[in-house]
């Protein structure tokens, strides 16, 4: 690709994230009250900005998901406020950079310029990629941290370059680390990894697919117990019989969600 190519490329890319940025972005602060499962995730945010120790608001911190979403969501809170902008910037902003991560899969994928642009609007202007990118819910998260691994891992394939490879097993601990649902994502770039690359690789790999997919979010889980949100810190990695039990349960009961729902659809 020369000079032309990449700058005309910059140039689309750029025009694409202002119209999807624009559309996304109307009355983003509207309603001015939690929607859906925002009321769950926002109370969690909220005490995880304040630094809430008080064991009696630990219930609202919602076990069964692992913290990093809700952290994520409560940074938004400091820094524009506890209200209905503050709740929805984090997703907002992750639903747009996911725009600019389908682009990139597309064209790594072999798509050209147009094809990346047309996959690019078609997510973009999807109404449920809108509607959870607006919305202060773990989803985005789990979406934004999964194709951040599909990209990495697609640009690791291409350009075998470590640095790809690292960003994509990380990115898939993050992935986790945000819903338990991020889960079944990492596994198919797991076997992606194996499949791809020569055998005698492949063993190599899978100690590193495990540390960053697997004890990653285990580590982040880990987190909330048992001294709740003002005292967790990622020193407390030693795991104990009763909250690896915890995890499993927690995990357990997003698999057996998952399962309702798709008997349901």
Same mark, same amino acid.
């Given at each position: ?112 310029? !147009? *094809?990346?642009?047309?996959?690019? #609007? ?5 109404? +449920? $990629? =809108? ?112 909250? !690896? *039990?915890?995890?499993?349960?927690? #995990? ?5 969600? +998952? $399962? =309702? ?5």
């Amino acid at each position: 690709m020369d000079q032309k190519q990449k700058k005309q490329r910059l140039i689309v890319l750029l025009i694409l994230i202002l119209i999807i940025s624009v559309w996304r972005g109307i009355a983003l602060d509207q309603p001015d009250t939690p929607v859906f499962d925002e009321f769950h995730y926002i109370a969690a945010a909220q005490l995880y900005a304040v630094g809430e120790e008080d064991a009696n608001n630990w219930e609202h911190i919602n076990w069964e998901h692992p913290p990093l979403a809700k952290l994520l969501l409560s940074v938004g809170i400091t820094i524009f406020g506890d209200n209905s902008l503050g709740w929805r910037i984090i997703p907002y902003i992750l639903g747009i950079l996911s725009t600019v991560l389908v682009f990139l899969i597309a064209e790594a994928l072999g798509f050209s310029l !147009i *094809g990346a642009s047309i996959a690019t #609007l078609i997510f973009g202007f999807d109404f +449920l $990629s =809108f509607s959870l990118g607006r919305l202060a819910m773990l989803d985005v998260f789990v979406t934004f941290f999964s194709l951040l691994a599909w990209a990495s891992a697609l640009f690791y394939h291409r350009y075998r370059h470590r640095k790809y490879f690292f960003f994509s097993i990380l990115a898939c601990g993050f992935a986790v680390a945000s819903k338990w649902s991020g889960l079944f994502p990492v596994l198919l770039i797991g076997v992606y990894y194996l499949a791809v690359p020569p055998f005698f690789q492949r063993l190599g790999k899978l100690r590193y697919l495990a540390s960053g997919g697997l004890v990653l979010p285990m580590c982040m889980f880990r987190t909330q117990f048992p001294g709740g949100p003002g005292r967790a810190c990622l020193s407390q990695f030693g795991f104990s019989i009763e909250s !690896i *039990g915890q995890v499993l349960l927690k #995990l357990n009961w997003q698999l057996a969600t +998952l $399962s =309702f729902g798709c008997l349901a659809s």
